[in-house]
Nanobody, 122 residues
Framework: QVQLVESGGGLVQAGGSLRLSCAAS????????LAWFRQAPGKEREFVST????????YYADSVKGRFTISRDNAKNTLYLQMNSLKPEDTAVYYC???????????????WGQGTQVTVSS
């Protein structure tokens, strides 16, 4: 079992920045690929970004490429998402996720966090 707890969400103006964190406990953190997903009201949960076990490989949704940066610190069992140049359409609940590999769809996720709300005002 892996327990994931997100933090760092909040209200920010368009153009601003936020840094999300996801603290993990349980089984070996670096045994999993990690990812961020988000879900806006009335919409399906969508992929945002993923990072490989050692952090050497990352992948982003086109909608956030160049604005968001995913990273992980395996010594601290923590995943991060640095979000810059935020837009109102980034408003959503952001979820941390862990899976065996290629965590780019919800079907690849083995463990979910509880989510943290990000609201971007125009």
């Amino acid at each position: 079992q892996v327990q994931l707890v997100e933090s760092g969400g909040g209200l920010v103006q368009a153009g601003g920045s936020l840094r999300l964190s996801c603290a993990a406990s349980g089984r070996t953190f670096d045994s999993y690929d990690l990812a961020w997903f988000r879900q806006a009201p009335g919409k399906e949960r969508e992929f945002v970004s993923t990072i490989s076990r050692a952090g050497g490989s990352t992948y982003y949704a086109d909608s956030v490429k160049g604005r968001f940066t995913i990273s992980r610190d395996n010594a601290k069992n923590t995943l991060y998402l640095q979000m810059n140049s935020l837009k109102p359409e980034d408003t959503a609940v952001y979820y941390c996720a862990a899976g065996a590999a290629a965590v780019i769809t919800t079907s690849r996720v083995d463990y979910w966090g509880q989510g943290t709300q990000v609201t971007v005002s125009s």
